[in-house]
């Protein structure tokens, strides 16, 4: 680790993890800028060897910034870190709902990682990247019948959430499939943890899961039906949770629940505890390290199993948001600005909730840097605003910067998750391009949304071409 010069203390250089070693990299989820990031001779922000500033006059602003080797880093620390520290096989599969595209499951299917998908279209996305449909696993809490005939032609895992659907799959299965349907019944194991009210979904009052209280009939329906395999058990507490302690409860939940499931007969040898470990926002986030998280997941779910006398089942973590969120950056151009006297000066950039709708949806709070100005001090106290016509597009209340000016490229942190994949067209703003950096070299890999795409599926009924009252 080097230390930052005093002088650049209060500078944009505070936000670099300051690794000279990327041999042995620190855990991505707690770095702000991706591991990667450098300042280069013009003072300026570089990225997977690539200056931001050229970035964004080549491809265009707003820009996502895709950090290959902090993504590949998390998913390797996941997978060693279980191969060190649990007896048993165990697997790591993405949750794809945090950013779901063609590049990033080729990245993260060739680092051997499994995936976890949310729809159809994420299940078709995984499918068109490559990705074997014996890694994929299909959750939801409202699959429709057409979404379970796709998961039962590409021979993916369902993860079962409530009785129509089980009810629902097992039909499709006996007439459509010629073995059984393997799946896993996600439970809701009532663990509360402290992040964002909309974010909690393993307490009791949640829209996710099967209730505790009857688990046992579906145990017993699940077992007489030939249609299904039910290999194993699922349970998601939450997302952005910073404690160890609620998956270490989670998986002496579930390790009670599979021995119970073995009672029935269920051959499950799965447990899989969900993901939902934080990264850094802000330099207050003091997430553990992934490797701790899964040293920590990994030990108590051996001493749960010791406990309740189970061999150990083959254990799944499926992160999504500390697997590529740390290896994101969105880029803007810096705007007008306007001061309200002894209130607050706000400084415009050219995006705003429709590239990133959480800071309008859970008031998430970000961190950002001026990339052309890396050693300017941070001297000012400004509010960063989107460009849409909502008075809450707010990217960042409290943003301390350097005095800016129109044109200066202002780069928001951490953007890797939950942003791409939460876009809209808000505005009837086209969505912006997201590109792949690695050694010097960029690589598109979204296109930026022009005018006529946004058209695409418009239709105008012909009798409204003319008319006119
Ligand atoms: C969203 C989600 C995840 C991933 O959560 P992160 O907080 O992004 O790690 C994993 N499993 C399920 C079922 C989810 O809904």
Redesign the pocket.
């Known amino acids: 680790m080097l230390s930052i010069d005093r002088n650049l203390e209060n500078s944009g250089h505070q936000y670099l993890s300051q690794v000279d070693d990327l041999e042995n990299p620190p855990s991505p989820n707690q770095s702000l800028l991706p591991l990667t990031a450098k300042v280069n001779k013009n003072d300026t922000l570089e990225i997977g060897g690539c200056d931001v500033e050229l970035l964004v006059k080549r491809f265009g602003s707003p820009l996502y910034i895709l950090d290959e080797f902090t993504l590949r880093t998390a998913c390797r620390q996941y997978r060693e870190g279980f191969a060190n520290h649990y007896s048993g096989e165990s697997q790591v599969i993405y949750?794809s709902?945090?950013w779901s595209c063609l590049a990033v499951c080729r990245i993260i299917d060739s680092e051997g990682l499994g995936f976890?998908v949310?729809s159809g279209g994420e299940l078709y996305t995984t499918l068109q990247a490559g990705v074997s449909s014996d890694k994929i696993y299909f959750?939801g809490n409202n699959k429709s019948a057409a979404e379970l005939e796709l998961a039962v032609e590409s021979g993916c895992t369902v993860?079962i959430d409530n009785w129509l659907e089980l009810k629902t799959l097992a039909a499709i299965s006996s007439a459509k499939s010629p073995k059984p349907v393997p799946i896993l019944l996600?439970l809701t194991p009532g663990i509360e943890c402290h992040t964002h009210e909309y974010?909690k979904?393993g307490h009791l009052d949640s829209k996710?899961g099967f209730d505790p209280n009857q688990i046992e009939e579906v145990f017993s329906f699940v077992s007489g039906q030939p249609a299904l395999n039910c290999i194993g058990l699922?349970a998601?507490i939450?997302?952005?949770?910073f404690e160890q302690q609620p998956h270490q409860d989670l998986a002496d939940v579930l390790a009670q629940w599979l021995k119970k499931a073995n009672e029935y007969g269920l051959p499950v040898n799965i447990l899989n505890i969900?993901?939902?470990?934080g990264i850094r926002y802000t330099e207050t986030d003091d997430p553990p390290s992934i490797t701790n998280w899964v040293k920590a997941v990994s030990e108590a779910t051996e001493s749960a199993c010791h406990k309740h006398q189970i061999p150990l089942p083959k254990l799944i973590a499926?992160?999504?948001?500390?697997?590529i969120g740390s290896s994101c950056v969105t880029a803007y151009t810096v705007g007008g600005n306007k001061e309200v006297p002894d209130i607050r000066n706000y400084i415009a950039i050219d995006g705003g909730m429709s590239d990133n709708p959480r800071p309008i949806t859970y008031q998430s709070l970000y961190r950002s840097v001026i990339a052309n100005k890396m050693s300017a001090p941070m001297s000012r106290n400004v509010t960063v605003a989107g460009k849409h016509c909502e008075s809450g597009d707010v990217v960042i209340k409290d943003a301390n910067l350097p005095e800016t000016e129109p044109g200066d490229i202002l780069v928001v942190m951490a953007t890797g998750?939950?942003n791409y994949s939460m876009a809209s067209n808000y505005n009837r703003i086209g969505r912006p391009a997201a590109v792949v950096v690695n050694q010097g070299e960029a690589n598109l890999i979204i296109e930026r949304e022009t005018y006529q795409n946004l058209l695409e599926r418009d239709r105008l009924p012909e009798r409204l071409i003319d008319f006119r009252v």
Do not use: C, M, N, W
């Open positions: 949750a709902k945090a976890d949310v959750h993860i996600r974010i979904t996710f699922h998601h939450g997302s952005q949770i969900g993901g939902g470990l499926e992160p999504g948001r500390s697997l998750a939950y």
